[in-house]
């Protein structure tokens, strides 16, 4: 067992708060700064396997990218020190124990058994709190070939580097398999690299539980401009390697894709393989159960971090969603309870954002499909927008899809994606969600308004407006799913295009349905149009789609339906 | 009295409803859109003594600037076709007279008097409802000289176009009387093109009203440092012209400042003569009263739009605070409500964002001041950020101001200013206030994380938790105009420098009782520092100097506190 000096005083003291901190990024270290602004007499030990801590992980796929030189600046505080252990120890007054690898939890003696990956040394450490900060693991699909040289994971920074080593060695044709946001994050840094990326995907649309299906079809367009070639509903088979042992081949159950590097991205899952043994419960998911205090069900040991399931706040029910935002948070709620506080962490609402290449992509609250698997009857609508006041230079299109529960008006979920500002609202979104917000509030928020940083009424209000609408009655919009539906089946119903004669002649559908009156002529027009017909308008955001439902049922049509998004927003073929 | 036919049929329809709209831009053209798409049948006239409609009037610094070439962009849909009177009448079905100025209501025969300005005629019209949407007027003070050629409020297109082409003529000097919100867009415009400007403000800052005296004095040393010449507690006496009736030069009490234009921005008034002359009330700001479905006290009359004060959300008290996002939700509330809706406009929460050059600036809820004025005991923080991770390349910092009601710990205002992505924070803060966030919950939200957007804990979440800890008693900080107080009144204590060499070594406090101890070597020379004595520390963002309070109150010292926002959020001489 191991024991310390009191730094300060030279006299060991008895009476000092062990604090064992089991992982050394996010979490952990965070808590240890935390616990030692509270309490200067603590005594906090981090271990870790590794030697390197408190990196910033996600920043790897930038240093991938190239955006980012040096490795060691994802080591760095903001002022450029190393977060080493002589960092901890100075500044901190923490105690690091690098390459020392945690094997046991005793809870009845309340010690740890670590091993000193150095010396091959097995000794106990004492706690009076221990703080599971463990982190997850990439999940390694059963792949024949996935050992070859080159197939790589992306789960630190030694990984990171080996990627990048292998980029700088010409690696040119890469084939990422999953994609989820690890491979289309490090997708947009070999892209960028002028690299030829195909992403395999064995379910049947990209970001899977991350975008619904027409937000994952847009966000696969634009990848496919960019050149990216994207196989969903593919199962990888197999790996094949040259005689040297480097990856050549990535064989499905459909193709082969020549591959000189292989990023292996299925999804990770959390590291609870220690607090299982020590017979602390886990969930559903895998993660460790803590309660709000963010505390296992042994009272002294508490959780953090990418191994713990947090509580869905829309849902109450536990999610896992891995996040280094959530895992500092945690790691500041830890560092408050173990010296004698009770702060409470209540959960999240599953904000993801990432960039890109070009694209802002971010989603918050629950999908269409899973909120209707958990009974809710959710009603949306698809907005492509402006970013800012359209006569400002600085206006870049965005598309935004917004998830309300018809029987409440609550605000369920949000989804955006596209080259403008993306983030603010998804950021607006998950506080408004976090206080209930109903569509109306969102509708009443006095945001910001500027003509370079919104339009007069923004996105996410209009959006929330026309879903207001369309609870109201008001405003029948199909989403671009059901009409291609309605397109394949044969359906007789008449396709209004109310475009300019300009906007049509560019581009519209290629079908017989289709029948075309600029809006500005409708009402003059009215009685070309049939009245026993069922008539779906669409123009290039449905913002006049919808006005010429209200016209066309002025004059006492029944069956008039907009397309949800308009040409923006459909992700098919016309 | 003017009679229509209806459009649709050619029959006088008796039973429409009869909508009157006094004022083309903003809420007037959306309350008419609105509408229309509830009533198809509805006969709605919009009336505007211009001749320009529905144009975007925040955008007329950007045109002035340059960014905006043509002055029709201001007047265009997002399709680029000009919202003129034969726009409105076949794309909305709606009667605009132009250049016709209203100038009666009669309440008891619910008629409006009109005077044709084209042809000098008056004429009444008919309404079943009345929506007042007059808007603002500029206030003019009553400075010598001041109709001299060459000075020019900012109230409208025509201005706008003076001004561009006073520009255009070569103007370089140019003096803003006013250093509100116009008066520091306008001032960008210019510096953007080249000109010399001077601002000369009557009272102690700039934006009065708008951001704290901290906030100000940075975002006046952003100016400064970007060539403005900025006079504040100055009062302009008189302005003198040349020969030819062109300004020439303008005259404080203090300064001589010549000027080839002048800008005339001290403030707007609400414009509701045409209310008060027809007994409808006002309030305290002179804005029309209006309740929750923007009703003023004659039921048939609705106002909304610059020209009607808002019940501030947090105060439960009336502001004025005229904003083209407000304006356009009026717009639509009313549009609700004229046609059998009752839609609410529960108020604002004072959300003003602007840009000045590369500067993003916001707030939104109340200032410090105002706050104290209420009887709130706020409990601020200052907090210089990255606007994303350090690492990452786009980072760009800004400061972030928050404002806490200690009883309560709900959010009372924020403010923030700089190169950095200001506005996303102010919206978050925003949407936080509206649903009565605490300190606790702004934590607590799961905003969007990834390096290219913000932190892992945003900036807002770090300066809630710095508000927390002071609130605990953790923390101590020290504003810098208290700091500065204590400087000049050569109080005794030490300031206690904890950066590294190398930034000292750039920049530090010249005074005496500077003392340095990098904050890596703090903990071995406590015993450099007397007990006794008050200690004031300090580093680039208080991050450090918050740490060093800890550790040194660790060791039994007890007059122990960090300057607020450190070097990066001083706005003063060194």
């Known amino acids: ?67 980012i030189e040096d490795v060691n600046e994802l080591m760095c505080t903001p002022l450029g020190v190393v977060r080493d ?36 040394e097995i000794q106990d450490i004492e706690y009076d709190k221990l703080i599971l900060a463990t982190g997850a693991h990439p999940v390694t699909p059963p792949i024949e070939g996935i050992d070859l040289a080159r197939v790589y994971q992306l789960n630190n920074l030694k990984d990171a580097r080996a990627i990048r080593e292998t980029l700088e060695k010409g690696a040119k044709e890469i084939v990422i398999i ?31 539980g991350l975008l619904d299906p027409t937000m994952a079809a847009l966000l696969t367009n634009y990848l496919k401009d960019k050149g990216v070639k994207i196989l969903v509903s593919e199962k990888v088979t197999k790996i094949e390697g040259d005689e040297q042992g480097y990856v050549k081949k990535v064989i499905t159950d459909r193709n082969e894709i020549n591959a000189e590097m292989i990023i292996v991205a299925v999804g990770v899952r959390p590291e609870a393989k220690l607090a299982k043994e020590a017979g602390l419960k886990l969930g559903d998911m895998g993660g460790i159960l803590v309660n ?30 891995p996040m280094g935002s959530t895992a500092n948070k945690h790691g500041r709620v830890i560092g408050d309870n173990i010296t004698g506080g009770k702060t409470t962490f209540p959960g999240i609402t599953g904000t993801i954002v990432f960039k890109i290449l070009n694209y802002n992509v971010g ?26 006041a359209h006569y400002h230079p600085s206006t870049k299109p965005f598309i935004i899809k917004l ?20 983030v603010k609202r998804i950021d607006t979104l998950a506080t408004a969600i976090k206080f209930g917000a109903t569509v109306k509030d969102l509708v009443d928020i006095d945001l910001g308004y500027a003509p ?19 609870i109201d009655g008001l405003a029948k919009g199909i989403s671009p799913i059901q009409l291609k539906e309605k397109i394949e089946q044969n359906d007789d119903f008449i396709l209004l295009d109310v475009r300019t004669k300009k906007e049509i002649e560019k581009k519209t559908f290629k079908d017989k349905r289709v029948n075309l009156i ?31 439902q209200r016209i066309i049922e002025g004059e006492g049509f029944k069956d008039v339906k907009f397309l949800d998004g308009g040409l923006l927003a459909w992700p098919y073929d016309l």
């Open 85 to 120: 252990e002589s960092f901890f120890k100075n500044a901190k007054n923490v105690r690091v124990l690098g390459k020392t690898e945690a094997i046991k939890i005793n809870r009845d003696s309340k010690r740890i058994t670590v091993k000193n990956l150095r010396i091959d």
């Open 452 to 470: 370079p940083y919104s339009t007069a009424i923004d996105a996410i209000a209009h959006a929330a407006n026309i879903i207001r609408n369309k």
């Open 363 to 388: 989603k918050t609250g629950l999908g269409e499909k899973h909120a209707i698997d958990l009974g809710y009857e959710p009603i949306t609508c698809i907005r492509p927008s402006p970013d800012c």
């Open 518 to 548: 600029p809006l500005g002529s409708l009402r003059d027009k009215l009685n070309q149009l049939p009245k026993e017909k069922e008539i779906i308008i669409y123009c290039q955001s449905s913002l006049r789609a919808y006005e010429a």
């Open 403 to 422: 998830i309300v529960d018809r029987k409440t008006e609550k605000i369920l979920g949000g989804q955006g994606l596209g080259a403008g500002e993306v």
């Open 292 to 321: 709000e205090y963010l505390q296992t069900n042994d009272p002294n040991i508490y959780a953090g971090g990418d191994c713990v399931e947090n509580l869905n706040l829309i849902t109450g029910i536990n999610s896992y969603v």
């Open 178 to 208: 999953g994609a989820g946001l690890i491979g289309l994050e490090t997708c947009g840094a070999f892209v960028s690299r002028g690299c030829k990326v195909t992403i395999v995907e064995i379910l049947d649309q990209i970001l899977p």
């Open 1 to 67: 067992m191991l024991t310390f000096l009191s730094s300060q005083t030279g006299v060991i003291n008895l009476a000092r708060n062990k604090i064992v901190i089991i992982g050394g990024v996010a979490t952990g270290p965070k808590a240890a700064a935390r616990a030692r602004r509270i309490d200067p007499d603590a005594d906090i030990t981090i271990i870790d396997k590794g030697e390197l801590f408190s990196y910033a992980g996600c920043g790897m796929p930038f240093y991938i990218e190239g955006l």
